[in-house]
């Protein structure tokens, strides 16, 4: 679970990190206005729908599982 908030670049809190724990739970944890989420808003493009290669954006992920990846997603702060 931890890699999806890695393309949220710490704008969305995951409720495996509350107390108690909630895995099925998600929410923006950014204040309206806040740059960061403003940029991460603007990557996913679902204007083009075609069969070819995307750019890598959050949600379309080349290859989640990579080990730098794996372990950028275990190093992320927990938020409590």
């Known amino acids: 679970m931890r890699d999806i908030l890695l393309d949220g670049e710490g704008t969305v ?3 495996g990190d509350l107390n108690p724990v909630k895995a099925s739970h998600f929410h923006i944890a950014a204040r309206p206005g806040d740059d960061v989420l403003a940029r991460v808003a603007a990557r996913p ?3 083009a729908h075609t069969s070819r290669p ?3 954006t ?3 992920v080349a290859a989640p599982a990579t080990p730098a990846r794996r372990a950028k ?3 992320m702060p927990r938020r409590r």
Do not use: F, I, N
């Open 58 to 60: 959050a949600g379309t």
């Open 13 to 15: 809190a995951w409720g």
């Open 73 to 75: 997603a275990r190093a």
């Open 54 to 56: 995307r750019a890598q």
């Open 45 to 47: 493009d679902t204007s």
